[in-house]
């Protein structure tokens, strides 16, 4: 958003807003962009629908992007000194970030940087700060000093030289984006997509994947699936190999997303529990997630024809086709292609599954190897120098469903 309202001059009701709030014009709206995190509390404590979310989610950014001193490029000298929540004035609860106002400084000084107020590795005089267009009188330069000394040098909060280091590149190309040491300089350098902006929150403090695995391996009895394969299965959400439809079956299914029959009886008067392909063949089952993806036996008829047509090298067993493949600790690439091959076909037949489920439909076998056939196809058609692809040729899973098709 922000780079958006920034540098596009866009101008709708939500930018009005902005504007108004922060004293801004269109033209002047690249401001935000030198600007210290804390300058936009006043706005996120509006609680403006959505405004205010967004620029909470700009102002974390803000505090990211700002680095430690380190020998390869030079962001914390760039960061803004006055509304900074990293340089702050105080003892105890209440300390508070640097305002232009305690120096006697104009407002628009909040821009200036930190590395803006050191001149050869020493605080800035009053001389070349009124070059600058700030007037400040010698008490008020004096004390401003007395603060920049306690916060640079050795064994202080910024433990380094004020000064910036050369960033090593190949000049004749284009900044790489972890070496360039402004926010404005940083949105400029990418046109869409939220990775650039994601690499900041990630490459500062690496999120931790959280997985309840209580949670998963509740959803099956008896085989338990191990952390590996939990972890496993949901990587492979983001499989590039399938498209979205399969993805999304199968988070949905995982994530409980998808109701049950034996969920809807529970509030749908006019819906009964019991597996409808069970109720058949005169067994009541509940259909829950695991009875619906694994032990109805419908489905375990074609888990088992399809594990004899491909030959595959697995188990038929809950925590295999429902999650994933084990992957041992000591596998080479070649081998977990394999095992990734094995989940690429339990999620075509899951999503084949659910989808027959939501139809209230039996299960066709040939609809089951034709889109095996065609997925694997797609597989080695698009992505051809993969390993993956060697495999489904070594193989010759295809050459396998198009006999059993052609029988």
């Not at 063949?281 to 399809?306: K, L, N, W």
Request: charged share 25%; aromatic share 8%; glycine share 4%.
């Amino acid at each position: 958003m922000g780079e958006k309202v920034c540098n596009n001059r866009l101008n709708d009701h939500w930018c009005d807003i902005l504007d108004t709030q922060f004293g801004l014009t269109p033209n002047t709206r690249e401001n935000i962009y030198e600007w210290g995190a804390n300058k936009f509390e006043n706005v996120i404590n509006l609680n403006l629908p959505c405004i205010s979310g967004f620029i909470r989610g700009y102002q974390e950014f803000c505090k990211h992007f700002a680095t430690e001193p380190n020998p390869r490029e030079n962001r914390w000298l760039s960061a803004p000194f006055f509304n900074n929540p990293k340089i702050l004035w105080g003892q105890g609860r209440n300390k508070k970030s640097f305002t232009p106002g305690q120096f006697g400084l104009k407002k628009d000084a909040e821009k200036l940087t930190l590395g803006d107020l050191f001149s050869n590795q020493k605080p800035i005089t009053r001389d070349a700060l009124i070059n600058k267009g700030y007037n400040i009188t010698v008490l008020q330069r004096n004390s401003l000093e007395k603060h920049l000394i306690k916060l640079v040098g050795h064994g202080k909060q910024f433990d380094a030289t004020p000064k910036k280091v050369t960033v090593k590149c190949d000049p004749n190309k284009p900044t790489p984006g972890h070496l360039i040491d402004n926010i404005k300089d940083y949105m400029s350098s990418f046109k869409k997509g939220s990775a650039p902006i994601r690499k900041i929150f990630t490459s500062i403090k690496p999120l931790t994947l959280k997985i309840d695995h209580k949670k998963f391996n509740g959803k099956i009895t008896g085989d338990k699936a191990s952390i590996n394969q939990i972890t496993t299965s949901l990587k492979n959400l983001q499989c590039k190999y399938l498209s979205n439809d399969y993805l999304d079956y199968k988070s949905r299914a995982l994530h409980g997303k998808t109701q049950f029959f034996s969920n809807l009886a529970h509030y749908k008067h006019n819906v009964q529990k019991w597996c409808k392909h069970c109720l058949e063949m005169g067994i009541r089952t509940s259909e829950d997630f695991e009875h619906a993806v694994y032990t109805c036996p419908q489905v375990q008829y074609i888990m088992h024809m399809v594990k004899t047509t491909l030959d595959l090298n697995c188990d038929i067993r809950p925590s295999v086709c429902i999650f994933s493949c084990p992957r041992p600790p000591d596998a080479t690439k070649n081998e977990i292609s394999k095992l990734l091959i094995i989940d690429i076909i339990w999620m075509i037949v899951m999503k084949i599954i659910l989808k027959n489920r939501s139809e209230e439909s039996r299960i066709c076998e040939i609809k089951v190897m034709s889109e095996l056939k065609q997925n694997l196809e797609m597989i080695v058609r698009n992505f051809p120098s993969h390993l993956i692809s060697h495999n489904i040729i070594s193989s010759n899973l295809i050459l396998k469903l198009k006999f059993e098709l052609v029988q």
